[in-house]
């Protein structure tokens, strides 16, 4: 079950865990930028938005699967304050890789 695995590297902010389910591209959209990353950049750019923001802890708030995608959001509780986050993850091969990923702020 990846998008748990990916889950639980979201709720300890770890960024090496969660490069391990990055697809060749990822999408990641943080608060100040956006971008179509390498799965070396964006485990990069993952990395430094966990240690500026020191992730507390990951609440899911829904979750579900469309034509073999599986999409998770939830609130991502961090020491400068709390972020809705979405995962998008698609099949392919014999894996789901993560092929989207948004951080946006929460007023």
Request: with cysteine; glycine share 6%; aromatic share 10%.
């Amino acid at each position: 079950m990846e998008i748990e695995d990916v889950v639980g590297a979201l709720k300890t902010g770890n960024a090496t865990q969660l490069s391990k389910y990055f697809d060749i591209r990822v999408d990641i959209t943080l608060p100040d930028k956006s971008d179509n990353y390498s799965r070396a950049q964006a485990e990069m750019i993952i990395r430094d938005f966990f240690s500026y923001n020191n992730v507390r802890s990951f609440e899911i708030k829904n979750k579900g699967e469309n034509n073999g995608s599986k999409y998770c959001i939830g609130t991502l509780r961090t020491k400068n304050g709390d972020y809705r986050t979405r995962l998008f993850m698609k099949q392919k091969d014999s894996r789901q890789v993560l092929q989207e990923i948004a951080f946006q702020s929460v007023e």
